[in-house]
Nanobody, 123 residues
Framework: QVRVVESGGGLVQAGNSLRLSCTVS????????MGWFRQAPGKEREIVAA????????YYADSVKGRFTLSRDNAENTVTLQMNSLKPEDTAVYYC????????????????WGQGTKVTVSS
């Protein structure tokens, strides 16, 4: 059984940084693409960033481009979302997701989801 677990959320002041981590367990032999989504109160879930199995392809939403960086360590089955220059509008519950494919997935078509970690950015 595949399990996706996020960590690293919290409260931070605007302009500061936060790092989210995500670990996938239960599948150590098959490749998978990864993505981070977020859902703010009263809004639909949106993709933040995505990365292919090799890490050679990445995608960032326009709203986070230049501020967020997604990386992965396949040996550790983890992905890390480094979030810099945070803004109040980045406040949301952030979800990590895994997809049964090697290629980049930029739509809401992931197979496995974490429970989410809350990020609050104060002004």
């Amino acid at each position: 059984q595949v399990r996706v677990v996020e960590s690293g959320g919290g409260l931070v002041q605007a302009g500061n940084s936060l790092r989210l981590s995500c670990t996938v367990s239960g599948r150590t032999f098959s490749p998978y693409a990864m993505g981070w989504f977020r859902q703010a109160p009263g809004k639909e879930r949106e993709i933040v960033a995505a990365i292919s199995w090799s890490g050679g392809s990445t995608y960032y939403a326009d709203s986070v481009k230049g501020r967020f960086t997604l990386s992965r360590d396949n040996a550790e089955n983890t992905v890390t979302l480094q979030m810099n220059s945070l803004k109040p509008e980045d406040t949301a519950v952030y979800y990590c997701a895994a997809a049964d494919t090697m290629v980049l997935v930029t739509r809401d078509e992931y197979d496995y989801w974490g429970q989410g970690t809350k990020v609050t950015v104060s002004s």
